[in-house]
Structures are given as C-alpha cells and as structure tokens.
C-alpha cells in the first residue's frame, strides 16, 4: 500500500498528537504514518545559516558523506579526504593522503573528532588512522575486523565492525556486527554483538553517509539501520551508559509495517532490501529526528518531547530560510541543538551570493528551537 501525502489544508496534522506510553522505563511512541504533511522547515528551527565552502583547485568536493564541527574548524568528508576548513568555510587542508602505502587513505569510510579537538581518527575498511589537525600522522593501525563507523565518546573510541558472509551449520551465509571499543591509543578494550543476520546469499550493505550516535545533555543515543532482510523490527533508539547499551525509547511504527518487515522473504540473486527501513534515528535537547522509507519514498518525522507532538514529512521540511527544497537533517557531534544539511552548489547557486553550478557544496547550520546551553559530554573538543 502506498501512503499517500494528505492534503496541506487539513490542519490537524499541523500538530498531530503523539501516543505515549511508559512499560517499565521504556518509553513507546506511536508513529501513523498514514498522516503525512507538508511542514516548514521554520515550524521546528528558529534560524538557518549557510556555511559556502570555498573551491579551489585543490579542493574540489563532489558530495559530502559526513560534517563534523570543533570549536574552531569544520571538517568535511566526500570518500576521498577529511578536509579541514574554517568556521567561516575557507579551506585550509586536505587532514589524510590518498593510496595505499604507510599513513595513506584509500577510501574514507569515517571519521571522527578526538581528545580536545586535537586530534582527527579516520577509518579507512580495516585501517584506523590519528592525526593531528594539521595533518601530521601520529599513528595508525590494523583493524581486527572490516570496519564502517567511528565515533570518540567518554575518552573512548567505538567502531562498528562487521563479519560479513560467514558461513554456519544453518547453511546461510551470516553477516554479523560489533559495537566495539577502543582506546585512544586503538587498542581494542571490549566489543558488544550489535546483530547476526543469516542471508541465503552473500549480501553486504554499506552507507558512509549513516550517522549512529547523537548526543545531547541527558546522554549519548545510538541507532544502527539494517537494510537487509531480517524478521525483526528494529524501531527502538539505544542509550550509551556504563559503556552499554540500553534501550531508551522505542517508536511502534503499527503492526502493518511491522508485519511488511517480518513476512518480507529473501530471493536468490535479487539484493534482500527492507521495503521499509528506519535509516535513523536522532536526539537533540527537545526533539527526536527519525528518517525512513517505505517502498522508495523517504520520510522525515521530528516528534517534540515537549509538546508530544508529531510531524511527518515526504522527503523532509520545506525549506523556507533559503528556498533550497526539502530537507532531511542531520545531527552534529557535540550536544548542542542545532543540526545541518548539505546542498550541492548547483541546487542553491540561485538563492546564495558567492555559489555558482561548480561550487563545493553548501552548509546550511539549523538552528532548533528552544535551544538549551551546556553539554556536558566529553566530546571531541571539550
């Protein structure tokens, strides 16, 4: 069934009430995601701000994977490099080399903000690299397993690792996943099964676009997609505490979808892809960002804890700052209330002064609203 977008003019959607309940700590809410609007970016963020990238020969940015702020500089991944620019967007260096050889990056897979701000850890598949920002390599090393995220939490570093296409007596070939954690020196410390997924076939799904963790005053969150067919439903946001991981909050998406996931069967030689897929799930001070697709159509959900309200959107707000389409928001790296978006210079060379069709990319900094002061995680620059 395909969910159709209702019409804007019914204005009970313009703050849909969401269904809370609490079952021993566990908070569940209740998503229909029959009621779709059409929503404004400016109902949920106060400001937006554009962050142009300089372009340059030497920095030349098809598509940015990943963003991640410092106090001072902004760092941005397009698969090829970490670049390090300015606050005010001017590029300063590229932080990896390309190759294969000692202290050289294949492809960026990841990365992330170490101790103070001072340090950049990029993940390249099974090699994790520190860096200082000015580029200089300090150390690199070895990774146990394939690896496809990153992320400096509490003084430690955690990776998701995978073993992908292990065969078992079941006769399926099993990818299986790790929350694992490292040291700043990267020396492995523990590791937590995150799932082990049983295919009839060797499949393997990689994003470097994905962002797991989120943080905000009250802890650090963490969510991880599965896009492969699995008969489970994995719905419920995960809370870091003692360096585990305990179920925080759980969004029931209805016993429809949830039976889409469950009787969806695998093929031979066709990629087993859920029909629906949460791709995210995010915590800032007073919202919760969900972003997922049911039959190839994304949809973007802001639920406010305060007001417990729900707003659902076809491909994300509208963005009524700047004019540049709808938008999907991601969350930064620090607890804080604002996130960002991207936009490709050749979708805003119209709306900005200093962008044209060749720019780099564009950053769009959104500023929430009710924004609440004082993190208080050790994050990458505290």
Known sequence: ?????????????????????????????????????????????DSVHPIILETKPECLIARINKVKFSREFIYVS????????????????????????????????????????NYIYILSYKKLGKYKINGQLINETTLPLFST????????????SENVAIKKDDGKSHNISYLAQFNTSMEQIDSTLLYDI??????????????????????????KPVVLIEPV???TLMKLENNKLIPAMKFNFGENLNQLIINQKQIINVPPY????????????????????????????????NKNSILNTTEGFEDDFYGSGKVILKPVNYATNFMYFTKNGFEVFDKLGLVDENSNPVIFKVFLRRYFLTPILRTGFN
């Open 233 to 235: 439903v994995r719905d």
């Open 198 to 223: 049983g295919l009839k076939q060797g499949f393997v799904a990689l994003n470097p676009m994905l962002i797991n963790f989120s943080f905000v005053k009250s802890g650090v969150y963490f969510y």
């Open 149 to 160: 995220q990153v992320e400096y939490v509490n003084y430690s570093l955690w990776l998701i």
């Open 78 to 117: 397009d698969g090829h490099y970490v670049t390090q620019f300015d606050k005010e967007g001017n590029f300063i260096r590229h932080i990896n080399k390309r190759g294969r050889g000692p202290g050289e990056i294949v492809q960026v897979l990841d990365f992330c903000i170490g101790e103070t701000g």
């Open 1 to 45: 069934m395909r969910i159709l977008v209702q019409c804007y003019f019914l204005v009970l959607i313009i703050l849909l009430n969401g269904c809370q309940k609490d079952t021993g700590g566990l908070k569940i809410i209740d998503i229909d995601t029959n009621i779709i609007g059409i929503h404004q970016l400016s109902e949920i963020a």
């Open 274 to 305: 859920k029909k629906f897929l949460i791709f995210g799930i995010y915590a800032t001070m007073q919202n919760f960002f969900i972003h997922y697709s049911l039959k190839d159509i994304h949809y973007f959900i802001c639920y406010d804890t």
